[in-house]
Every structure is written in C-alpha cells, then in structure tokens.
C-alpha cells in the first residue's frame, strides 16, 4: 500500500507570502492529484499530474517521479486560500485503483 | 451541469442499527468512488464502481459495510450494525473515464454520527 506524506501538516502565513506544500510517496504511481477542502468538508480538484509541472493562476505544482516527491506552491497568497491542501496518488493499476491520500495541510493566510 | 450529490447531508443514528447513504454521481460519469473521512485526517478509499460491478472493494473495513449500484448510475453505501467507529464523512466521487488521468468530481459528503 502507497505510503502519502505531507508537510508540514499546519502552515500560518501572511497574505502575499510564496507557499510551498510538499508531499511524497512510497511507491510508483500513476498520477497525483491536489485536492482543496474547505470548512464544511466540499473537496474541489485543483491538479492532477503524471509528469512535470502544470500552473493555474497563482497555483503550481510539480512532481519529481524518481524522486516520488511532488510539491504544491501559491504565489501572492490570500486569505481565501486558507483550506486543507490535500496530496492523493492514484496507484500503477490506474482506473483500477482508488486514491490513496496524505492526511492534509491546513493552511491559514492571514491578512 | 449538476455535480455528484450526496444524501444525507448529516446522518445521526445509534449503535446498532442500519443506515444507507446515497450518492448521485454526475451525469454520464461511469466510475463511482467511494471514500470515508475521519476527523483530521486525509479520506480513505472504500470502494469503487465501473459500471454497476464493483471493480476494487479493498479498502471496506469488514463485512458490515456493503455498496451497490444496481443501474450504474445511483449508488448507495450501506451500513449493517453501527459502530461507534463509523462516525466519519463519508465521501463519493464520480469520474468519466476510469484511465490514470481523469478527474475525480467530489460530493459534499454525509457526516455520519453514531451514537
């Protein structure tokens, strides 16, 4: 079974500060995914990688395969980004395996 | 369009007895996940959906719990005898294409509370 860690687990930061969320796996994959959870528990997809790097607004995120590391960064952070950031691998058997996530980083920005 | 709904939204029921949640996946999509969340934690795999067969029921802790979706669209998670240690939100999510690169489109989740 996939091992998923994140850190740091809790993350206070100011409004307009460069955040980096990382997360890492025991073993291969087929793809990783960044998951947003706010208060009341709805959970929005916000990246899903196999390779590489890919950017959406002021959210980028990278993964290093050989590595088995993927990061998640915000630049000109705001206080609506404060949720639960949440790292999920998708095992090697690809559709046939559910997601296997890391237990989150809460993430406060304060104004 | 409509997302994947979830209800209850909240389920309060006491030790023993039997509930059913239900999840409505959004339209055409052909994979159904199931997923549990306990407090402060990351969610848990459950089950997961292909159609109306159950492609990987691994993650279902133990023979109380039992998931159907008998058209291959609705689908309901059921739970025999409660626990107390079933309180959780439980999650579902639905995705077009099972492939390693689709999208999983989450519910808002049932807050089940056993007492």
């Known amino acids: 079974k996939n091992e998923v860690e994140q850190s740091p687990q809790n993350l206070t930061a100011q409004e307009g500060e460069f955040i980096t969320i990382n997360c890492s796996y025991s073993?291969?994959?087929?793809?990783l995914h960044w998951l947003q959870q706010h208060p009341g528990g709805g959970i929005v997809s916000l990246f899903m990688?196999?390779?590489g790097k890919k950017k959406h607004g002021r959210l980028i995120a990278t993964i290093n395969i050989q590595e088995k590391h993927s990061s998640l960064h915000i630049t000109a952070s705001h206080p609506r980004d404060s949720a639960v950031y949440i790292c999920?691998?998708?095992?090697?058997?690809?559709?046939?395996?559910?997601?296997?996530f890391g237990k989150g980083t809460h993430l406060i920005i304060q104004p | 369009g409509a997302g994947v709904s979830q209800t209850p939204s909240n389920k309060v029921t006491e030790k023993g007895k039997y509930v059913e949640l239900r999840c409505d996946p959004i339209?055409?999509?052909?994979?159904l996940y199931w997923y549990r969340q306990s407090l402060g934690q990351g969610p848990e795999f459950l089950i997961y959906?292909?159609?109306?067969?159950?492609?990987?029921d691994s993650g279902l802790p133990n023979d109380r719990f039992f998931a159907v979706r008998p058209e291959g669209s609705v689908s309901t998670l059921k739970i025999q005898r409660t626990e107390r240690g079933d309180s959780a939100v439980y999650l579902c999510?639905?995705?077009?294409?099972?492939?390693?690169?689709?999208?999983?489109?989450f519910g808002p989740g049932t807050r089940l509370t056993v007492l």
């Open positions: 959906f292909q159609g109306t067969g159950a492609a990987d």
């Open positions: 990688l196999s390779s």
């Open positions: 339209s055409g999509h052909t994979a």
């Open positions: 999510a639905s995705s077009l294409d099972p492939g390693p690169t689709d999208t999983q489109y």
């Open positions: 073993v291969g994959i087929s793809a």
């Open positions: 999920a691998v998708r095992g090697p058997g690809g559709g046939a395996d559910g997601l296997t």
